[in-house]
């Protein structure tokens, strides 16, 4: 049985994808982690474009379950670049967890050490709980500040394609 190593990136915006490089510079902080400081070769790459915040229907978690499946000889590690990077929802995050856990996966973070402590427990899921506080505020934050344009008379949405402006 030999220990493979495995890199989970994910952004949670197209624009991230298309004008920030968010994957790509999320890939080379984790190579830059398992070369320079695991001193280890990773295996493959999974990359995850927004699709959905709901675990099972990010394509890349999917292929990264089912690669850890179809080679069960090996045992893995996966590293991913921060605790948000995985999960912004606490109950996602556990469901990670104990998938990965059901699979004996290790998790290494370059933000984040994982200890099975309550301690560490603790720190886990309260940086968690933080991220998805965030998500949700920003989430108030933009809905109302949306209101707030349409109540002055701003169109807020997408224009149609249709529309030509003059």
């Not at 229907?57 to 379950?65: G, N, P, T, V, Y």
């Not at 603790?122 to 998805?132: C, D, K, P, T, W």
Request: some cysteine.
């Amino acid at each position: 049985m030999s220990l493979k190593w495995l890199i989970y990136c994910r952004v949670s915006s197209k624009k991230q994808v298309k004008e920030w490089n968010g994957l790509s510079s999320q890939e080379q902080k984790c190579m830059n982690y398992a070369e320079n400081v695991l001193w280890i070769k990773v295996d493959k790459v999974f990359n995850d474009e927004w699709i959905s915040w709901w675990v099972f229907e990010r394509k890349s978690i999917k292929e990264l379950i089912s690669y850890i499946d179809s080679n069960k000889n090996n045992s893995y590690t996966v590293i991913f670049e921060d605790l948000n990077r995985l999960s912004r929802d606490i109950q996602v995050h556990h469901l990670l967890r104990t998938e990965f856990r059901k699979r004996w996966v290790e998790l290494q973070c370059p933000n984040f050490q994982f200890e099975e402590t309550p301690e560490w427990t603790f720190r886990e899921n309260m940086s968690v709980s933080m991220a998805q506080y965030e998500k949700e505020k920003n989430k108030q934050r933009v809905l109302s500040r949306q209101k707030a344009r349409l109540e002055q008379g701003f169109y807020c949405f997408p224009v149609p394609i249709w529309y030509k402006y003059i």
